[in-house]
């Protein structure tokens, strides 16, 4: 089991920086790979960003490419999300996850993630 809590979110104006953190429960979190997805107001969640187990390799949406890093630092277990230049389509509800324990790659389909945490709230205004 892993048991991921998210923080750091806010309201924020266009053009504004927030970071999200994400901690998960366990001992194993170096042996597999974390993403953050977002979801809108009556729109489907989203793919956001992911990063390898080791934080080497990550992948992006192309909408936020450029604007938003992440990384892990695996001896906190935690994985970041680094959101700079923040438009207001950027609001929306963000959730970290996590795939079954082992699991590695540059995973993008929500069906690949078993864990969740709970979201945080990103609102940026115009």
């Known amino acids: 089991q892993v048991q991921l809590v998210e923080s750091g979110g806010g309201l924020v104006q266009a053009g504004g920086s927030l970071r999200l953190s994400c901690a998960a429960s366990?001992?194993?979190?170096?042996?597999?790979?974390m993403g953050w997805f977002r979801q809108a107001p009556w729109k489907e969640r989203e793919f956001v960003a992911a990063?390898?187990?080791?934080?080497?390799?990550?992948y992006y949406l192309d909408s936020v490419k450029g604007r938003f890093t992440i990384s892990r630092d695996n001896a906190k277990n935690t994985v970041y999300l680094q959101m700079n230049s923040l438009k207001p389509e950027d609001t929306a509800v963000y959730y970290c996850?996590?795939?079954?324990?082992?699991?590695?790659?540059?995973?993008?389909?929500?069906?690949?993630?078993?864990?969740w945490g709970q979201g945080t709230q990103v609102t940026v205004s115009s």
């Open positions: 996850a996590a795939p079954r324990i082992g699991r590695d790659g540059l995973l993008h389909e929500i069906s690949q993630y078993e864990y």
């Open positions: 366990g001992r194993t979190f170096s042996s597999y790979a």
């Open positions: 990063i390898r187990w080791s934080g080497i390799s990550t």
